[in-house]
């Protein structure tokens, strides 16, 4: 059975930093690209960030660029998003999702989600 674990979210204050970790099993994890995607209230599901299965392409999505970091552990089964100098707009839902082959693909596999609140 595949299964996608996020784990890593909480409360930080504005300018900290999080890491999100999300672990896969149930399926050959270097197969597929991961992508992190985030959610606010009220707000449409968004494009953070991806990798391909190797973990040598990365993408970011604009509000993530130059902040985030997307990088993968494929010994691990593990993706993680390094998020740097938060803001209150980063405040979302933050979901991994997994796709076969090419990461422009729609749908995959999705974790349940972990929450991150950026506040002072």
């Known amino acids: 059975q595949m299964q996608l674990v996020e784990s890593g979210g909480g409360l930080v204050q504005p300018g900290g930093s999080l890491r999100l970790s999300c672990t896969a099993s149930g399926f050959t994890f270097s197969s597929y690209a991961m992508r992190w995607y985030r959610q606010a209230p009220g707000k449409e599901r968004e494009l953070v960030a991806r990798?391909?299965?190797?973990?040598?392409?990365?993408n970011y999505g604009d509000a993530a660029k130059g902040r985030f970091t997307i990088s993968r552990d494929n010994a691990k089964n593990t993706v993680y998003l390094q998020m740097n100098r938060l803001k209150p707009e980063d405040t979302a839902v933050y979901y991994c999702?997994?796709?076969?082959?090419?990461?422009?693909?729609?749908?995959?596999?999705w974790g349940q989600g972990t929450q991150v609140t950026v506040s002072s």
């Open positions: 990798i391909t299965g190797t973990g040598g392409i990365t």
């Open positions: 999702n997994a796709v076969i082959g090419d990461w422009n693909r729609i749908g995959g596999y």
